[in-house]
């Protein structure tokens, strides 16, 4: 039987788009709707951390910390 297994990340949300949906941060600390190129994190901290090394100002509305789960499919496609 094939199991899909999913692995929780931190993740910077960059708010919603009104016709692609949910947008995110990349490594590289653009805008992206793509969730297999999200910057992920292991810890809370780091994404903290990384938020203030590029600029990014968390305000719990259109910028924010969470944590979602990724598929190892997601996972290997672009490894981040």
Same mark, same amino acid.
């Given at each position: 039987?094939?199991?899909?297994? +999913?692995?929780?990340?931190?993740?910077?949300?960059?708010?919603?788009?009104?016709?692609?949906? !949910?947008?995110?941060i990349t490594r590289e600390g653009t805008v992206t709707t793509?969730?297999?190129?999200?910057?992920?994190?292991?810890?809370?901290?780091?994404?903290?951390?990384?938020?203030?090394?590029?600029?990014?100002?968390?305000?719990?509305?259109?910028?924010?910390?969470? +944590?979602?789960?990724?598929?190892?499919?997601?996972?290997?496609?672009? !490894?981040?």
């Amino acid at each position: 039987m094939l199991r899909h297994t +999913r692995q929780a990340f931190y993740v910077i949300g960059a708010g919603r788009h009104r016709t692609a949906g !949910p947008r995110w941060i990349t490594r590289e600390g653009t805008v992206t709707t793509i969730r297999s190129k999200v910057a992920r994190f292991v810890t809370r901290e780091e994404a903290q951390a990384f938020a203030e090394a590029h600029a990014i100002t968390l305000n719990g509305v259109t910028r924010s910390i969470d +944590r979602e789960a990724f598929t190892a499919f997601e996972l290997t496609v672009f !490894p981040g």
